[in-house]
């Protein structure tokens, strides 16, 4: 099981996943650095660009963010069972003590404030999203796994009107969902492609809100590799991807695919110092976490 395969990269992640990420930052468990301390290799281009936002919604969405996403008082936590065989057959609004304070429910949160907020910076925006879905065709008694993909939730870089409503229809995160996140990066840049050409030549990015786990096509390892090589193009296209971890995410891997674009990871902190509004709460302030059940 995917959950299983990329929460065993790190004991220690797993225990804080298992916790529900209480009190800790959202740079993939670790404390949160303060701007001296941050890789400053690339500043993140809010102020007249194209800008794409892409989401990556695999399996892992559905964990705990550790934020009060719904604002009721109450952190939601990742249930203790989640990482074992009978998460396969449980509804995943279980998989928390609240779904509505988990990284998928936290990454529509941010795509929407961000929107409006990049808009009224000079910015065009778009938005990508995309899933797989793994199936198993056997042949001669041997099980092998293929991906279909599910169509792409997009909206070309424009206004911001049709990118809200792209987030609206963005669908829930099953459980068997993997990331390609070569492909989604790929759809990204057509978007930026596409877009109507202006008398000003403009910068164009790609903002990925993402765990930073790629698992398909190829298995974690190649899936990695091979979405770190296409940044390296788009890189040499002249296209920068920043990156905004969320609770479990691979900040290392996020790191490495960012840096050769010229881009970099953003924090939360980051973003709401930046925009000078909060985007969300981070972590949640004056809330409680409840306590999952075994």
Known sequence: M?????????????????????????????????????????????????????????????????????EDGVVGRTRSWVAGESSDSRSTRNWTTDDDDAVAALQIKVAGALVPRLADRGNRVGLASLTLRPWQRRTRGTGVVQFTERRPIIAPVGPPGSVLAALARLPTVHVKARTDLSRLLEIAAELLDKAPPLETKRRRAILL?????????????????????????????????SAVPFALANVEYLNE??????????????????????????????????????
């Open 209 to 241: 809100l993402s765990l930073g786990e790629p698992s398909a096509p190829h298995g974690i390892y190649w899936s990695s590799r091979d979405a770190v090589n296409y940044a390296h193009e788009l890189g040499r296209r002249g296209i920068s991807i």
């Open 257 to 294: 695919l960012t840096r050769s674009t010229g881009g970099r990871v953003v924090d939360l902190e980051e973003l709401n110092a930046f925009f000078g509004v909060p985007l969300v709460m981070t972590p949640a302030t004056g809330a409680t976490s409840s306590t999952g059940q075994p």
């Open 2 to 70: 995917v959950i299983r395969q990329c929460l065993s990269r790190s004991l220690l992640l797993t225990c804080i996943a298992l916790l529900g990420f209480g009190g800790v930052g959202l740079m993939g468990g670790c404390a949160a650095r303060s701007p001296a301390d941050r890789d400053r290799t690339g500043d993140p281009p809010f102020f007249s660009s194209d800008v794409v936002i892409a989401v990556d919604r695999a399996a892992l969405a559905l964990l705990a963010s550790g934020v009060d996403v719904d």
